[in-house]
Structures are given as C-alpha cells and as structure tokens.
C-alpha cells in the first residue's frame, strides 16, 4: 500500500511538472496575450495604409492606443502622420482620421525657409510667418536636416502652399 501511494505522488509531480512546463511554453502565450495589428514593410509619413500593408503579432504587451486583430476597418485607409517600422505595434496616435479631423499635413522643404532651426524636435509647436505676416502655425510631425512634416488646420495650408514655392519662410518656435 505504501508503495502504491509512493507511485501515485511520483506520477502526480511528474504531471504537475509537465503541466507547468507545458504551461510556460504554450499555454501562457495562449491565454494572456492578443493578436495586434502590424505592418509587413516600412510605411514612410503621409502613407495611406491598405490591406496589403497590414500583418499581425501575438503580443502580452497591448494596450488601449494600440489596434488590435478585429479593427483593420479603423486602419484601413488612414494616412500615417510619421514614420511607422515594420512589425512595430500600430498606435492611434501614428494616424489622421481625415473623418473626425479638419487637420492636413504639411511639408516644408529646407531649401523654402530663411531659417532653420537644427533644435525644433518633433511634437513642437511653431508659427510660420512670409514678410513679418503669420501664415499659420502647426505641430511638428517630424523632422530631419532637410524638411519638417507639420500637422495644421486646413484652412492655413493653401495659405502656406503658395508661400513655401517662392521661398523666405520664416520658422518661430511657440512656447507652451
């Protein structure tokens, strides 16, 4: 009797420890994680994603801002506002909604402007302004050494697009 009892706890941790292990290797990523939305190739700014462009990930790492599998409606058709990896998680935040939205994009060649500051870092606000005249000012999408992507109201974009042609373009950083 002693030895049958010995036999059943032997085979019972043996079990729990392949139940653990079996757990740790398939069944946590099962449970806990998600499917979430990524792309296949590098997409650059001012992109509008299709269904080709779109893959998924299983990841424990989600959160509210990022699309998960289920909302490629909500990605489909959206025109990225930066840069956007490949196999990086798709946050809300990288996107336009031209629907809900009355704001374009804009960019600026350095080559238009009469100044330009190397310290303007992307989320900055700035003023544009031709001759001492505001033009208009926007947030900074992003930047590199030779143009700034700008996210502005509608209105001020044809106001700013016949100026950008003729050069003189004076950038002002906005203190917030």
Not at 11 to 25: E, G, K, N, P, R
Not at 49 to 70: A, L, P, Q, V
Not at 136 to 160: A, F, R, W, Y
Request: charged share 25%.
């Amino acid at each position: 009797m002693k030895k049958r009892k010995a036999g059943l706890g032997i085979i019972f941790i043996t079990l729990s420890v392949v139940l653990i292990a079996l757990w740790h290797m398939y069944g946590k990523e099962f449970f806990l994680s998600e499917e979430i939305i990524i792309l296949n190739k590098n997409i650059p700014s001012g992109v509008t994603i299709t269904n080709e462009d779109i893959d998924y990930k299983r990841t424990d790492k989600s959160n509210k801002h990022i699309y998960k599998k289920g909302d490629e409606k909500l990605v489909v058709g959206k025109t990225s506002i930066q840069w956007i990896a490949k196999a990086e998680p798709l946050y809300k935040e990288y996107f336009i909604s031209r629907k809900k939205t009355d704001m374009e994009i804009i960019t600026i060649p350095k080559q238009y402007c009469a100044n330009w500051h190397n310290n303007i870092a992307k989320g900055d606000f700035i003023k544009l302004y031709y001759s001492g005249n505001l033009l208009g000012k926007g947030q900074v999408t992003s930047c590199d050494n030779s143009t700034i992507v700008l996210m502005m109201h509608e209105d001020d974009v044809p106001n700013i697009s016949s100026y950008i042609k003729t050069g003189g373009i004076t950038l002002g950083r906005m203190l917030t």
